[in-house]
T-cell receptor, first 115, second 114 residues
Framework: AQSVAQPEDQVNVAEGNPLTVKCTYS??????LFWYVQYPNRGLQFLLK??????LVKGSYGFEAEFNKSQTSFHLKKPSALVSDSALYFC?????????????FGSGTQLTVLP | DAGVIQSPRHEVTEMGQEVTLRCKPI?????LFWYRQTMMRGLELLIY????????DSGMPEDRFSAKMPNASFSTLKIQPSEPRDSAVYFC????????????FGPGTRLTVT
């Protein structure tokens, strides 16, 4: 079975400061990991993914995420937050060794960047 | 490409009425997913299709819910009869066949059942 946890419902950060949104996962094999962002009244939008290779993955809008196998984590980061980054962020996982083709999503973390 | 298209964007109906939500996936994508999002339960996978065939409908909450995909460019999610607890935002998403490919989401349909 595959699962993902986002331990923080809410993250607040000041504009210009670095931000981190946490995600941990559980799969039986090597994971495929994804981050999505949801702005108000919009669908989820793909940000970045880790499939294999370099543990540091760069994505859209200056976001990056670091895959840490020993800690089973895939935290989303950005060096300098913008007010426009305020949104709901979802981490998702898929176990490619399993038969399921669906993603398992976390519960979401509401990021608020304060001006 | 226009992305995943959903209609209607908003639907308000009375309890007991039939509701049909529509989705057009991205051309060439052979997986289609239906999700429901609520404050209480978050994002839930309802059902997904591969090459128009339903693969896993274990997330469909009740027999009142049904989904079809008559061809590669169209899918429907139907609720009959609708109930107030069905009020939610319903998303459709599509992806390419390989599991490393991300899903692309539509804008969603906000359903309100009174």
């Amino acid at each position: 079975a595959q699962s993902v946890a986002q331990p923080e419902d809410q993250v607040n950060v000041a504009e210009g400061n670095p931000l981190t949104v946490k995600c941990t996962y559980s799969v039986s094999g090597n994971p495929y990991l994804f981050w999505y962002v949801q702005y108000p009244n919009r669908g989820l939008q793909f940000l970045l993914k880790y499939i294999t290779g370099d543990n540091l993955v760069k994505g859209s809008y200056g976001f990056e995420a670091e895959f840490n196998k020993s800690q089973t984590s895939f935290h989303l980061k950005k060096p300098s937050a913008l007010v426009s980054d305020s949104a709901l962020y979802f981490c998702a996982v898929r176990d490619p060794s399993g038969s399921a083709r669906q993603l398992t999503f976390g519960s979401g973390t509401q990021l608020t960047v304060l001006p | 490409d226009a992305g995943v298209i959903q209609s209607p964007r908003h639907e308000v109906t009375e309890m007991g009425q039939e509701v049909t939500l529509r989705c057009k996936p991205i051309s060439g994508h052979d997986y289609l997913f239906w999700y429901r999002q609520t404050m209480m339960r978050g994002l839930e996978l309802l059902i997904y299709f591969n090459n128009n065939v339903p693969i896993d409908d274990s997330g469909m909450p009740e027999d009142r819910f049904s989904a079809k995909m008559p061809n590669a460019s169209f899918s429907t999610l139907k609720i009959q009869p609708s109930e107030p607890r069905d009020s939610a935002v319903y998303f459709c998403a599509s992806s390419l066949f390989a599991s490393q490919y991300e899903q692309y989401f539509g804008p969603g349909t906000r359903l309100t059942v009174t």
